[in-house]
């Protein structure tokens, strides 16, 4: 009976080993899957700066034309602005007393196409 209960005490114990064995290989594989899983996110992240460089690197190539053409529109258009207020200054006098000149100096007379009802 001693041998059989110490038979069945060793089995206990290899089976518990055993279960400990397995648990620590799942722990190995869940931590190796979330290494492996990190090192590819990592890896994603550096092809995608790299690409992202890559694209502003050839944008930059082809809008750096138009970031002086952009430049030169605003200068040609700060110009005409100007342009237009000194006309305006210029121009603000004579066309007031032209306005109150015509405002004031009203000459009643009938209208060349009222006609008179008969």
Not at 77 to 97: C, F, I, P
């Amino acid at each position: 009976m001693a041998s059989q209960s110490q038979g069945i005490q060793q089995l206990l114990q290899a089976e518990k080993r055993a279960a400990e064995k397995v648990a620590d290989a799942r722990k190995r594989k869940a931590r190796r899957l979330k290494q492996a899983k990190e090192e590819a996110q990592m890896e994603v992240e550096q092809y995608r700066r790299e690409r992202e460089q890559e694209f502003q690197s050839k944008q930059q190539a082809a809008m750096g034309s138009q970031g002086n053409l952009s430049a030169e529109v605003e200068q040609a258009t700060r110009r005409q602005v100007q342009g237009m207020q000194s006309s305006q200054q210029r121009n603000r006098e004579r066309v007031l007393a032209q306005l109150l000149g015509m405002v004031c100096n009203v000459r009643p007379q009938v209208h060349p196409n009222y006609r008179i009802a008969a």
